[in-house]
């Protein structure tokens, strides 16, 4: 696995790529201290996953670029977590989303090994405040709507791959196979009318259907 990493803060850069270097999935790690430098360097386009401080201006636009034109997945790192970039990098590409206070170097090798794999890595603080964040706002005519678009268990499912849940851990939870679990999304992501499941969720998080 190739790691790239794009971080202002070189200091903190560095201590990332320390704690990378010599893991067992692990076979390379870059970094960049900007999105331009990001954009100047050969390692870019062979990285496997690309971790991106949040915080970055253009981070939205950067992830969607990288993600058009490579098959790398983008995990951003957070300060604050905003409901509206979130909402925005999901559908840009943005696989996983990890709070900078819960950073460690357990918390971000599981991370990245997830979105590898191509599941969804929101740490649970991320997800806490983002509901947090919009169940104010929420609309009972539309979640009545949106109930009956979409059975229960649907909207169980949705709401346990938005958590970072894999199939697997989903099926254990529900008491269902991966069959199963996997034919449920592929009704979700039909009914919505996307392309996967990270764009389900994006939506499903974005319309308050979870």
């Not at 999105?35 to 690309?50: K, N």
Request: proline residues 3%; hydrophobic residues 50%; contains cysteine.
């Amino acid at each position: 696995m190739r790691i790239f990493i794009v971080f202002r803060d070189t200091i903190y850069v560095r201590g990332l790529a320390a704690t990378l270097v010599g893991a067992p999935a692990v076979d390379a790690v870059d970094c960049a201290p900007s999105i331009a430098r990001a954009w100047e360097s050969e390692s870019l386009a062979a990285a496997d996953v690309v971790v991106l401080d949040g915080d970055l201006g253009g981070a939205d636009g950067f992830a969607r670029e990288v993600t058009a034109e490579s098959s790398a997945r983008v995990l951003l790192c957070l300060h604050e977590v905003m409901t509206e970039q979130l909402f925005t990098t999901i559908g840009d590409g943005v696989c996983g989303a990890i709070s900078r206070d819960r950073l460690t170097p357990e918390t971000l090798l599981a991370a990245i090994t997830a979105v590898s794999a191509g599941i969804l890595a929101f740490d649970r603080g991320v997800v806490r405040t983002m509901t947090a964040l919009l169940a104010p706002s929420r609309d009972p005519d539309r979640q009545a709507s949106v109930a009956g678009g979409f059975a229960p268990r649907e909207q169980m499912v949705l709401s346990l791959v938005a958590e970072g849940l894999s199939n697997r851990e989903i099926a254990q939870r529900l008491s269902y196979s991966e069959r199963t679990i996997k034919a449920v999304l592929h009704d979700v992501v039909v009914k919505l009318g996307v392309k996967s499941r990270s764009e389900a969720v994006a939506m499903a998080v974005r319309e308050r259907m979870i």
